[in-house]
């Protein structure tokens, strides 16, 4: 069992910055790669950025294109969000996942446990 808690969102203005924090309890932090995705009204969740057990890291780049960084602290069992240069259509319900899995990070599938979600909201 892993319980994540995302905490960190709420409402900015385009170009402001936000850092999202999901601290994980449970199984061995060590032993998860973890995730971020974002859902906004009426669209599927979307991937956003991952990072390994080992520290590597994975972007879609398309929509976040060097604006967010992932990091880890595994001393601290929290995994981070750092978003930078927020845009209108950054504005979502975002939700990290954890998996013992070390490929395929960018589906939705791999991850068996979610977090309850934080929501951003970026105003012009």
């Known amino acids: 069992q892993v319980q994540l808690v995302e905490s960190g969102g709420g409402l900015v203005q385009a170009g402001d910055s936000l850092r999202l924090s999901c601290a994980a309890s449970g199984r061995t932090f060590t032993s998860n790669a973890m995730g971020w995705f974002r859902q906004a009204p009426g669209k599927e969740r979307e991937f956003v950025a991952a990072?390994?057990?080992?520290?590597?890291?994975?972007y879609n780049t398309d929509a976040v294109k060097g604006r967010f960084i992932i990091s880890r602290d595994n001393a601290k069992n929290t995994v981070y969000l750092q978003m930078n240069s927020l845009k209108l259509e950054d504005t979502a319900a975002y939700y990290c996942a954890a998996t013992l899995l070390g490929r395929r990070l960018s589906s939705r599938d791999v991850y068996d446990y979610w977090g309850q979600g934080t929501q951003v909201t970026v105003s012009s």
């Open positions: 990072i390994s057990r080992s520290g590597s890291t994975l």
